[in-house]
């Protein structure tokens, strides 16, 4: 089983730098996904409120805590606030709703889901909410998801626990290095949600031609020369950028093969090559057109 590093996220609390997404796994397929993730040597799990697996997260790990394979401090579980769910007592219920449907007393970290500018203040409340449930000991870190500068700094302007994570979009295709380097500025450690950029990419200068990160030449020779995947040359790359990342895959061998990415290091060429395919372009939508009608999403608390 891989060793894999950790981030510490500044207030004791350490992260895996590699875990296990569940976004858009089917509900009925989590357990077996999870369980095969654990299996393979995963122990960080991200979920979220509005993915509807929770619960499949949390039954997976009390079996294996049952049957003895796992215990509680052996794996780092995340999961997320939906927009829907924004606001102080509101957060306060869906933090209440998750635990209950992950099966825990407390959640390692939980995060706000995106931010709503059109809503700030709710914003502010849902986390001022997850400050008092740090403070209160049912979340160990708590931070944010798709936030850009300009939502932290107002963030943190008003609140008084600093995001301890940022999951972004974020893979060499749109590599956020302006939002990196104020994350490294404020210690907060930046988890990228599409590392493999599994989410389509467009060529700016053809917008109806699909461009697919893995099949990039530069990726495929790297590889070669290396003797991995253009997957685990991306996924390196996150490595020696200092980013934490959570690939999904539903099958053994993706799993095995993302965490096989400690026995190689790549060049300062190899990186500045990878860096050379940065288009700037996001492929998801753009945080500050989230509003609270964006994604109708109905979680039950």
């Not at 606001?87 to 992950?102: D, N, P, Q, Y």
């Not at 990160?213 to 253009?230: N, Q, T, W, Y």
Request: aromatic share 8%; proline share 5%; charged share 20%.
């Amino acid at each position: 089983m891989p060793t894999i590093p950790s981030f510490d996220l500044g207030n004791g609390v350490a992260m895996p730098a590699l875990g296990y997404g569940v976004f858009q796994i089917d509900p009925s397929a989590t357990c077996q996904a999870v369980s095969q993730a654990l299996d393979c040597g995963y122990r960080l799990i991200d979920t979220a409120s509005a993915y509807h697996n929770e619960q499949g997260v949390g039954e997976t790990l009390a079996r294996w805590m049952a049957e003895g394979r796992l215990t509680r401090d052996e794996v780092f579980v995340s999961t997320k606030v939906w927009v829907t769910q924004f606001g102080l007592e509101e957060t306060h219920r869906a933090v209440a709703g998750s635990l209950r449907r992950l099966g825990l007393e407390y959640a390692d970290m939980i995060l706000l889901h995106f931010p709503v500018p059109s809503a700030f203040e709710k914003t502010l409340a849902a986390y001022r909410a997850l400050e008092e449930e740090q403070a209160d000991g049912r979340i160990r870190a708590i931070g944010v998801c798709n936030f850009h500068v300009h939502h932290l700094q107002k963030l943190m302007d008003q609140c008084h626990v600093v995001p301890a994570v940022n999951q972004v979009e974020l893979h060499p295709c749109f590599n956020q290095a302006a939002l990196m380097a104020f994350h490294a500025q404020h210690g907060i450690v930046t988890q990228a949600w599409s590392p493999l950029g599994a989410v389509m990419q467009y060529d700016p200068a053809s917008l109806d031609r699909p461009r697919r990160l893995l099949d990039e030449p530069v990726l495929g020779e790297l590889a070669r020369a290396c003797g991995k995947s253009p997957a685990q040359v991306v996924l390196r790359w996150h490595m020696q950028r200092g980013v934490a990342v959570i690939p999904k895959s539903v099958h053994r061998e993706r799993m095995v093969e993302n965490l096989d990415i400690f026995d190689f290091v790549l060049s300062d060429e190899a990186m500045a090559r990878i860096n050379a395919l940065d288009s700037g372009q996001r492929a998801a939508l753009d945080p500050d057109l989230v509003t609270m009608d964006t994604y109708p999403n109905t979680i039950e608390d």
